[in-house]
Structure formats: C-alpha cells, structure tokens
C-alpha cells in the first residue's frame, strides 16, 4: 500500500562561486574590472531558498545581496521555475534605492541537443537610480558534447527613470571537470550611451559544489 504521506526528499544544498573579467546583468555591465559572485542554495524537493552577493562597481553602490525563494518543476517535457528575490545594495551612497524586490518566471524546453527558453524579470522599484523595470529575454542552447555547450539570446529592458534598450549575447560553456564551467561570451546592446551599453567579450570560470 502506498504511503499516502511519504517523507519529504532529502536537502539537496550546493554552493556556487564564479569570477568573471567583467560583470554583466541583463545585458549591461556591472563592474569596470573582474566580477565575483558566491552563492548558496537548498533545495527541499521542487523548492528553493538561497542568497548571493557580488561586487558591483557604480555611483550608487559597490556591491548587492540577494536573499530568495525559489520553485522548479517538470511539466510534460517543459521546465519551469519561478523566484521571488529581496535585493540590497551593499555600501550604498548617493540618492537611490537601496533595496528591492524582483519576481522572475522561465519555461524551457529540451528537445534533443536544443533547449529553447523564454525568461520575464520584474521589479517595482529596481536598485539605483531606476524605477519598475521589466527585463524579457528569448533564447537557447546547443549541447554540442557532454561537457561543450553553445548559446544565444536576445532581451528587451523597458525601465522607468532609466533608458530602454535591447541586447543580446552569444557564447560557449566547457565543463572540463565536474564542479567546474568555462564560459567566454560576446554581450552588445543597440545602445551607445557609454561603456555600459558597449559591446564586450567576457570569460568566466564557474565552481559548483
């Protein structure tokens, strides 16, 4: 007889570090040198909690924290996820805001080598000098081999208090051991404000435990 309550799966934690020559986020640079990030995450069966800080380079702050609930799912052959993130500007200065709140949802698809995968990120009150923001971004991947990946995407960004602007990325992943991606990626925007916007070559090395 099954067990109508079976016990819940077990933790599943893993801890994340990555170092970037540069950091980008949707599209835009955030850093005018290197960029690291650690984070770290439980997952209890399709939910998730976890937290990340990186170092940002700009007027108004010099890093962010992130603290968040998260929830993935299988769904006839489909992949979706959804998180709900509070965010916060770490040694803040200047006249903006210094916390926020940011709700993202994807679908993906795998079908063979190719994973199509549409993505939509929303905040009310984004860090900075912004307003709302809504970032949509439409891409997929290309599992060449078991440890080479290709990829591609192009977004959309409309932001109140801030500029519009499209962008897009291409790149390769290789996984030459297990806990550890190499990542070298072309990011470009259709804006030419300042280096911010400006297209840019980035290499990464990511270690996940």
């Known amino acids: 007889m099954l067990d109508p309550f079976p016990p819940p799966p077990p933790p599943d934690p893993t801890l994340e570090i990555q170092l970037a020559s540069q950091g980008v986020s949707k599209g835009l640079r955030q850093t005018d040198g290197a960029q690291w990030l650690v984070r ?16 940002v380079t700009g007027s108004d702050r010099e ?9 993935q799912r299988g769904l006839a052959g ?16 200047g006249a903006s805001t210094r916390r926020s709140f940011e709700a993202s949802a994807s679908v993906a698809r795998p079908i063979g080598a190719l994973t199509p995968r549409i993505g939509v990120t929303w905040s009310p009150d984004d860090l900075g000098r912004a307003g709302r ?19 591609a995407a192009a977004s959309r960004r409309e932001r109140a208090r801030g500029t519009d602007y499209y962008a897009w990325n291409a790149g390769l992943a290789w996984r030459p051991l297990r806990p550890m991606t190499l990542d070298l990626r072309y990011y470009d925007t259709d804006r030419r404000i300042d280096a911010t916007y400006r297209a840019r070559l980035v290499g990464s090395v990511r270690l996940q435990f």
């Open 133 to 151: 923001s809504l970032f949509v971004e439409a891409g997929a991947s290309w599992r060449v081999s078991e440890s080479v990946t290709l990829g």
């Open 78 to 93: 489909f992949r979706l996820e959804a998180t709900a993130s509070a965010k916060f500007a770490l040694d803040p200065h």
């Open 63 to 71: 890093g962010e924290f992130a603290a968040y609930l998260g929830w």
């Open 40 to 55: 770290g995450e439980l997952a209890l069966g399709p939910a998730l909690i976890g937290a990340s800080a990186k170092n």
